[in-house]
């Protein structure tokens, strides 16, 4: 059986000014800060002698892959993403960046906020603008019924309020 697998669709480009905020320090947290420091560990670990046989080594070399693979993909990322400002509609329209509050069939509520695809945290109720349940609620207004189509099945709800700040 084969390991290959599609190459996923690419995501919006587009993100909320604390996104970018948010993505901009973690760039200069790992360039400023975490490089330097793994730089001089493994500097230190091949200073020791037989690098062959050295995990000290070949860890910092390990974790320096792996930060540079970040610091890559931050540098295209920033590149691309295009910052969405938020605007007062008051019109109860469902758009990027607002918390949206849906309940289920079975009156359930839950509160999401449509963000872009590097800000997701199921935690907070920050959904991607690319989910199925954003781009069922995108362009809707308080009162509208939308049914979702997810891998469990169809669920319908009803926004119930729409809000530019969190409750």
Do not use: C
Not at 29 to 54: F, I, K, M, Y
Not at 121 to 138: E, F, H, K, M, Q
Request: charged letters at 35%; zero cysteines.
């Amino acid at each position: 059986m084969s390991r290959w697998r599609p190459p996923s669709e690419k995501s919006s480009p587009y993100i909320t000014a604390e996104g970018h905020a948010r993505l901009k320090a973690e760039f200069e947290q790992l360039w400023r800060v975490r490089r330097p420091e793994v730089v001089r560990a493994l500097s230190a670990a091949a200073a020791e002698g037989d690098r062959s046989e050295n995990a000290e080594y070949q860890y910092r070399k390990k974790e320096l892959r792996e930060i540079d693979a970040r610091l890559k993909y931050l540098t295209r990322r920033l590149e691309d993403v295009k910052v969405v400002e938020p605007q007062a509609r008051g019109d109860g329209r469902v758009f990027f960046g607002v918390w949206v509050e849906v309940a289920d069939e079975d009156g359930e509520a839950r509160h999401f906020r449509i963000v872009g695809a590097d800000e997701t945290d199921t935690s907070r109720g920050w959904i991607s603008v690319d989910s199925p349940v954003a781009r069922a609620l995108l362009g809707r207004a308080e009162g509208d019924s939308v049914k979702v189509h997810l891998p469990v099945g169809e669920v319908e709800y009803e926004i119930v309020a729409v809000r530019q700040t969190a409750a």
